[in-house]
């Protein structure tokens, strides 16, 4: 079992900033980042693979949204810049013990935070 603690979200207008934290209880191969808007299915939003350290981004966040992985703590950083209204979502961290957790049929063995709530206004 992974328990994963997530911490940052919060409120803030448009074109501010928030950084969400995620720290895991072991090391894991694949840690990320799940957001769920209302009435919409849940998506992903970027990736950090430990091994290589490779990291992906969905498109609608390339540029604007940065993630980093503490390796002594097994714990992920995502800076979110240039925040836009339809960043506002439920994000929810991701971790996979030995396979991707970002796509795939690895994704169904993710373990998952409690998830903590981005919302971005006028």
């Known amino acids: 079992q992974v328990q994963l603690v997530e911490s940052g979200g919060g409120s803030v207008q448009i074109g501010g900033s928030l950084r969400l934290s995620c720290a895991a209880s072991?090391?894991?191969?694949?840690m990320g980042w799940y957001r769920q808007a209302p009435g919409k299915e849940r998506e992903g939003v970027a990736a950090?693979?430990?091994?290589?350290?490779?990291?992906v981004y969905a498109d609608a966040v390339k540029g604007r949204f940065t993630i980093s992985q503490d390796f002594a703590d097994n714990t992920l950083f995502m800076q979110m810049d240039s925040l836009k209204p339809e960043d506002t979502a439920m994000y929810y961290c991701?971790?996979?013990?030995?396979?991707?957790?970002?796509?795939?049929?690895?994704?169904?063995?993710?373990?998952w935070g409690q998830g903590t709530q981005v919302t971005v206004s006028s």
């Open positions: 072991k090391y894991v191969s694949c």
């Open positions: 950090f693979y430990t091994g290589t350290n490779k990291i």
């Open positions: 991701a971790a996979n013990r030995l396979n991707d957790c970002y796509s795939g049929p690895s994704v169904a063995d993710n373990y």
